[in-house]
């Protein structure tokens, strides 16, 4: 047998169950994750995000005074499109297809943006807050 043949992935043997689950279990948990920091879930920005964005935003404050707005700002947003662009990973894994495409990712960044931008103005009339002592 010839290396060349060897290196031929139509010549390997179909992989077994368990080569098979631990083949979708990364992807898998990839997905879930992406989809609980994503934006297309409607507790997350309640429960994960909101909080989340917000205690670091704390955590900006605190190290550098003046900085929530923009800590918070910018955790909220790469939360969210953390989340949208782990669920394109895990989901194409997860159905064999080919990675996310250039143009599905600026959609996502743009999704994402507008997100950003909701929580943008609700910091701006008062609702969110960072935290005083």
Not at 11 to 22: D, E, Q, T
Not at 47 to 56: G, K, M, R, T, V
Not at 59 to 78: C, K, R, V
Not at 114 to 131: D, H, Q
């Amino acid at each position: 047998m010839k290396t060349r043949d060897l290196l031929d992935e139509k010549k390997l043997p179909p992989p077994n169950g368990v080569a098979r689950i631990k083949g979708r279990l990364l992807p898998g948990l990839i997905f879930a994750l992406g989809y609980i920091l994503s934006p297309l879930s409607w507790w997350n920005d309640v429960f994960i995000n909101l909080p989340l964005a917000w205690l670091i935003g704390n955590a900006a404050n605190f190290f550098f005074p003046g900085s929530f707005e923009i800590g918070m700002i910018g955790a909220y947003w790469l939360s969210n499109l953390a989340g949208i662009l782990f669920m394109l990973w895990g989901g194409s894994r997860l159905l064999g297809k080919q990675p996310p495409q250039k143009r599905q990712i600026w959609i996502s960044i743009a999704v994402s943006l507008l997100y950003t931008l909701g929580l943008y103005l609700l910091m701006r009339w008062g609702i969110v807050k960072p935290f005083t002592i």
